[in-house]
Each structure stands twice: as structure tokens, then as C-alpha cells.
T-cell receptor, first 108, second 116 residues
Framework: RKEVEQDPGPFNVPEGATVAFNCTYSNSASQSFFWYRQDCRKEPKLLMSVYSSGNEDGRFTAQLNRASQYISLLIRDSKLSDSATYLC?????????WGAGTKLIIKP | DVKVTQSSRYLVKRTGEKVFLECVQD?????MFWYRQDPGLGLRLIYFSYDVKMKEKGDIPEGYSVSREKKERFSLILESASTNQTSMYLC???????????????FGPGTRLLVL
């Protein structure tokens, strides 16, 4: 089993819709979690950190479920510019563990 | 604004060649990292460095070495390139000394390496 698993997608979603995807992790001792965004043929960039109480940044909401060992990302009122691959990142014992990413395509 | 630059966007090399990938950051970051990214796999850490002349192996160091002679520069060396090293190579930096892994990692644009 991979340490960090994501549905690769693609998720094809109409503009304006709400979309959510999860990421599961295997190390129950993990303490820090992040979502990064990677545009096609570009480098990853931090989207948001994920806090225990959940956090929101505009149209984006991140949640952590420790009992079931997953984090989620919810995007409301999706825009064409949200099309990207979303990478889930979990801090392991000594380093960051990266998921392979979920591809999101927003259609007009 | 943090800027991380990599010496080449695209590189084509032959099997057995020695390959140098350079990364420079301009924000006085302590930590620097080299990853490779392959389809269907997450970023995999090759080497990282918390300070000048300091280096630590990541998950997949075999076939690679690194050099950090100056704080702003972190080089990845493929001693004898092989076809299974064809990949996207990403350099990253982050601010804090020591473990500081909670801190944001800033990435360079990546180098797409093709080994023939």
C-alpha cells in the first residue's frame, strides 16, 4: 500500500460546480498535511496547509479526518483556472511524502 | 517573491554520460531538495541539504550525488546516466533550518531529462 494515495482522476467538472476529492495516508502518526497545486508542465505550488480543525481559503476548504486517515479538498464554484493536478502531501517521520496527484478538468 | 531557477528546462543525454543539473534560489533559504517526478508516482526525494556542504540521502539516492558549496546553489549529478533516469527533476527550497519541513517548499520550473 502506498503511503499517500490519491484517485488519479481525471475529474471532469462543469464550471460553477462543486468538486471534492480525498487523499488517504497510512502513517497514523503524521502531523502535517498540505495540498499543492501543479499546472500542466509547471512546478508544484502550495495551495493550502490542512489544520486539524479544518480550514477555508476563499472557495477552497480542506479537512482532516484522523480517525479514517484521510484529508479532503473541496472546491466551490469551480473556475476554468482551477484545472490542474492537486497533490496531497503528508509529513512522514523525516520528510514529506507526496501523492501522485488528482487531475481536475473544469469544462465551460 | 521567492525565485528558484534551474539550469535547463530540457536536456537530452546519452547513456553513460555525466549529467549536471543546477539549482539556484535567491531567498537565502537554508533547505534545498532534489526530487524526481514520474507519471503515476508522487514526487520522490533524491537528496536534500540543510546547510552548506551538508547533504542527506532521500528515498532514491542510487545513481545520484549532490553538491552544495554555496548556500544558494544545490547541484544534482548523475554520475553515469541511464535510461531509467529519464524523468522530470524538480529542485525546491524552504526557509527554516533543521527539520523545518512544515514550511512551504518553493519549486523551480523543473528539468525534463531524456536519456537515450
Amino acid at each position: 500500500r502506498k503511503e499517500v494515495e490519491q484517485d488519479p482522476g481525471p475529474f471532469n467538472v462543469p464550471e460553477g460546480a462543486t468538486v471534492a476529492f480525498n487523499c488517504t495516508y497510512s502513517n497514523s502518526a503524521s502531523q502535517s498535511f498540505f495540498w499543492y497545486r501543479q499546472d500542466c508542465r509547471k512546478e508544484p505550488k502550495l495551495l493550502m496547509s490542512v489544520y486539524s480543525s479544518g480550514n477555508e481559503d476563499g472557495r477552497f476548504t480542506a479537512q482532516l479526518n484522523r480517525a479514517s486517515q484521510y484529508i479532503s479538498l473541496l472546491i466551490r464554484d469551480s473556475k476554468l483556472s482551477d484545472s490542474a493536478t492537486y497533490l496531497c502531501v503528508v509529513k512522514g517521520n523525516y520528510q514529506l511524502i507526496w501523492g501522485a496527484g488528482t487531475k481536475l478538468i473544469i469544462k465551460p | 517573491d521567492v525565485k528558484v531557477t534551474q539550469s535547463s528546462r530540457y536536456l537530452v543525454k546519452r547513456t553513460g554520460e555525466k549529467v549536471f543539473l543546477e539549482c539556484v534560489q535567491d531567498m537565502d533559504h537554508e533547505n534545498m531538495f532534489w526530487y524526481r517526478q514520474d507519471p503515476g508516482l508522487g514526487l520522490r526525494l533524491i537528496y536534500f541539504s540543510y546547510d552548506v556542504k551538508m547533504k542527506e540521502k532521500g528515498d532514491i539516492p542510487e545513481g545520484y550525488s549532490v553538491s552544495r558549496e554555496k548556500k544558494e546553489r544545490f547541484s544534482l549529478i548523475l554520475e553515469s546516466a541511464s535510461t531509467n533516469q529519464t524523468s522530470m527533476y524538480l529542485c525546491a527550497s524552504s526557509l527554516y533550518r533543521g527539520q523545518g519541513l512544515e514550511e512551504t517548499q518553493y519549486f523551480g520550473p523543473g528539468t525534463r531529462l531524456l536519456v537515450l
